[in-house]
């Protein structure tokens, strides 16, 4: 796991707690997955928020020259999957979230605390 990956997930962290996301989980799944070193889920409360999240996402990591590899869904979604390489990031409705229980999914993977990417 590089320097990159932990760079990315602080800055993608970040922006989603500015915009007040909610139940921000960072999971550590590079021993368990060749797709990604991290994942990212977060949930907020209405697409506007999502939305907002989405955006300043978006905006700090390509800031910090970070471009996606692709977004799956948009302003109106419930569930947006932002693919960043190394860094996977899920931003989903509370309901949605439930529903999908990507956090169970993934179980596996380890749970990293934002002050551990110091």
Known sequence: MSDKS?????IA???????LGQDIEILKID????IADYLI???GNNVNQIGAMIDLVDEKLGR???TERRIEGNKNSTW???DYGDVIIHVF???DRLFYDLDRIWR???KVAREELE
Do not use: F, T, W
């Open 6 to 10: 932990r760079e990315m997930v602080k």
């Open 13 to 19: 962290y970040d922006a989603l707690d500015e915009k």
């Open 31 to 34: 021993e368990i997955s060749v």
């Open 41 to 43: 889920i977060a949930s």
């Open 64 to 66: 910090a020259g970070y």
């Open 80 to 82: 947006v999957l932002m």
């Open 93 to 95: 409705s509370k309901d």
């Open 108 to 110: 596996d993977g380890k």
